[in-house]
C-alpha cells in the first residue's frame, strides 16, 4: 500500500519511490526552513590555503603592477598606513553602526512580520506575505536609492529643523530585506515544529496565543539564531552599497583617501585589499559562529 505524500509530515521531503516507503533520516535541515546558511557555510569552509594566498596576493600583486613604474610599493603602502586610522575610525565603524542598526530594526519588524504570516486571519496573513515576497525579491541597491530619493533631508519638529543623515537613510533602507529574510525565517522556524506540538497543547487546552508564545516560540528560538547571524553577515558584507549614495563609510573614505595621494592607480589594490581584509577579519568569526551554533542547536532524532 502506497502512502500519500504530506509535505506537512516533517523530515519527509519527497514522495515514496518504491512500494515500501520508509521514513527518511533527519538532514539537520528541516524542508521548511526558509534559509539553509549557504553564506556562512560556503565562507566558514573555505580551505586554509585561501587565506594564505589571499594576504600573499595582496602584498605581491602590487610588486608586479609597479614594476615599470617610479611608485613603488613602499610607498603605496606607507600611504596605505598612514590612511589606516582614518578610513577604520571614520569609515569601518560607521559600517558597523549601519550593519547594526540596520539589523535591529530590520529584526524586530521580522518578528512581527513572520508572525503576522501565520495569522489565522486572511486580512493579516496576505499582506505580510506580499510585503515579505516584496522586500525579499527587489535588489537592495534599488531600495536604496528609492529611500534616499524619497526621505527627506531634514524635517521641522517644533519649529527646529532635524536634519536626517544619510548614514540614517542607508539604515532604513537595508532593514527592509532584512526585515523580509527575517521573516522568513520566523516563518520556516515555527512551521518546522512538528504539528504534534500544537495538537498536545490543543489537548490541554492550550489557547493558540499561549501556545504559540509558551510552546512554539521557545522551540523556534535556538533554530533561528544560525540563520539569524548569518544574515547579519550578509548585511555587513552589503553595507560598502552605500557608498554609492555618498554615506562616508570604509569605502567611500577609501576613494577620498586615494584621491589625496593623487590618484594614483597603484594605490587600488593595497587600500581595497585591505578594506577586503578588515571584512573578512570581522565576518570570518561570525561565519564560524553560526556553523558551529548550527551543529550545537541541531535536532537530533
Known amino acids: 500500500m502506497r502512502f500519500p505524500f504530506s509535505s506537512r509530515i ?29 553564506f556562512s557555510r560556503w565562507l ?11 594576504p600573499l596576493l595582496i602584498v605581491l600583486w602590487p610588486g608586479f603592477a609597479l614594476a ?11 600611504a ?24 535591529l530594526f530590520g529584526t524586530v519588524a521580522g518578528v512581527v512580520l513572520g508572525l503576522m504570516q501565520i495569522s489565522p486571519m486572511r486580512l493579516i496573513r496576505y499582506p505580510a506575505k506580499f510585503l515579505t515576497q516584496a522586500f525579499r525579491n527587489s535588489p537592495w541597491l534599488v ?46 522556524a515555527i512551521n518546522s515544529v512538528p504539528s504534534g506540538q500544537w495538537e498536545a497543547a490543543e489537548s490541554l487546552a492550550y489557547s493558540r496565543h499561549q501556545t504559540l508564545w509558551q510552546i512554539i516560540l521557545p522551540q523556534c528560538f535556538k533554530r ?16 560598502p552599497l552605500c557608498s554609492l549614495l555618498g554615506v562616508e563609510e570604509l569605502i567611500t573614505l577609501s576613494r577620498q583617501a586615494i584621491e589625496a595621494e593623487n590618484n594614483r592607480p ?10 577586503l581584509l578588515i571584512f573578512f577579519a570581522y ?19
Open 10 to 38: 516533517p523530515a519527509i521531503d519527497k514522495a515514496p519511490a518504491t512500494d515500501l516507503p520508509v521514513l527518511k533520516p533527519y538532514r539537520g535541515i528541516n524542508p521548511h526552513t526558509a534559509d539553509d546558511l549557504m
Open 44 to 54: 566558514s569552509e573555505l580551505p586554509g590555503w585561501f587565506w594564505i594566498a589571499l
Open 68 to 78: 615599470a613604474s617610479n611608485y613603488t610599493m613602499g610607498q603605496a603602502f606607507s
Open 80 to 103: 596605505l598606513f598612514k590612511w589606516i586610522p582614518f578610513i577604520v575610525m571614520d569609515g569601518f565603524f560607521f559600517n558597523i553602526i549601519i550593519s547594526f542598526f540596520a539589523m
Open 143 to 188: 531600495l536604496l536609492f528609492i529611500v534616499l530619493l524619497a526621505l527627506p533631508f531634514e524635517v521641522e519638529i517644533g519649529g527646529k529643523i532635524v536634519r536626517i543623515p544619510d548614514w540614517m537613510k542607508a539604515v532604513f533602507g537595508l532593514c527592509l530585506p532584512i526585515m523580509a529574510n527575517i521573516s522568513e525565517v520566523v516563518r520556516g
Open 224 to 239: 533561528m539564531i544560525p540563520p539569524w547571524m548569518n544574515w547579519y553577515a550578509i548585511l555587513t558584507m552589503a553595507t
Open 266 to 275: 597603484e594605490l587600488l589594490v593595497p587600500f581595497y585589499g585591505f578594506a
Open 283 to 301: 565576518c570570518f568569526p561570525i561565519a564560524k559562529a553560526t556553523m558551529a551554533l548550527e551543529k550545537r542547536y541541531a535536532v537530533k532524532l
